[in-house]
T-cell receptor, first 115, second 116 residues
Framework: NAGVMQNPRHLVRRRGQEARLRCSPMKGHSHVYWYRQLPEEGLKFMVYLQKENIIDESGMPKERFSAEFPKEGPSILRIQQVVRGDSAAYFC?????????????FGQGTRLTVV | AQTVTQSQPEMSVQEAETVTLSCTYDTSENNYYLFWYKQPPSRQMILVIRQEAYKQQNATENRFSVNFQKAAKSFSLKISDSQLGDTAMYFCAFLSGGGSQGNLIFGKGTKLSVKP
């Protein structure tokens, strides 16, 4: 059973371009979470999705950022018109259920660099 | 709002010795969960240990144990018999008992170096 797969591992974008980050959850997991990690910081929650639904997007910027988790295929975090401040590591996690007794497994992250 | 504070940006320990990483948190809730995650150079976030706030007994996982002081809102991690593979960033995290697993709140981390 493969773990949480994120791709690409590294992504370089020029200012103004779009960035698409993909996350394939572990087999059998229907809950997906996205986090952002700035240098020298801990992870900050962005959005929580369950198949085809956004459950909690309280940590996601209102503009330029969007996330989806379609019925088929990976979850996508999309950043439009990227700016230098978007440079960070973006982590995806998945779990079977929600709540503290269900472990969330993390991917290895995508490091986005905006030049 | 809940906050998690790790006051030790960096620590080092000799191989085979014991080290304790500190974590304090602030919440008005009574039901919550606390976690320690390890992030090695590969950047993969790995769950080390979990504690339910309603349990008085401190959690243990092999060489890893916690000292959970609910009244003091303190949650320290003790690593016994340190190994070179323990070298990593360690993050303390809080989860509200009423929230989804997604609402993990992380501290800024402690960089642990295990020296041979």
């Amino acid at each position: 059973n493969a773990g949480v797969m994120q791709n690409p591992r590294h992504l370089v974008r020029r200012r103004g371009q779009e960035a698409r980050l993909r996350c394939s959850p572990m087999k059998g997991h229907s809950h997906v979470y996205w986090y952002r990690q700035l240098p020298e910081e801990g992870l900050k929650f962005m959005v929580y999705l369950q198949k085809e639904n956004i459950i909690d997007e309280s940590g996601m910027p209102k503009e330029r950022f969007s996330a989806e988790f379609p019925k088929e295929g990976p979850s996508i975090l999309r950043i439009q018109q990227v700016v230098r401040g978007d440079s960070a590591a973006y982590f995806c996690a998945s779990s079977q259920g929600q709540g503290g007794t269900t472990e969330a497994f993390f991917g290895q992250g995508t490091r986005l660099t905006v030049v | 709002a809940q906050t998690v504070t790790q006051s030790q940006p960096e620590m080092s320990v000799q191989e085979a010795e014991t080290v304790t990483l500190s974590c304090t948190y602030d919440t008005s809730e009574n039901n919550y969960y606390l976690f320690w995650y390890k992030q090695p150079p590969s950047r993969q976030m790995i769950l080390v240990i979990r504690q339910e706030a309603y349990k008085q007994q401190n959690a243990t996982e092999n060489r890893f144990s916690v000292n959970f002081q609910k009244a003091a809102k303190s949650f320290s991690l003790k690593i016994s018999d340190s190994q070179l593979g323990d070298t990593a960033m360690y993050f303390c995290a809080f989860l509200s008992g009423g929230g989804s697993q997604g609402n993990l709140i992380f501290g800024k981390g402690t960089k642990l170096s295990v020296k041979p």
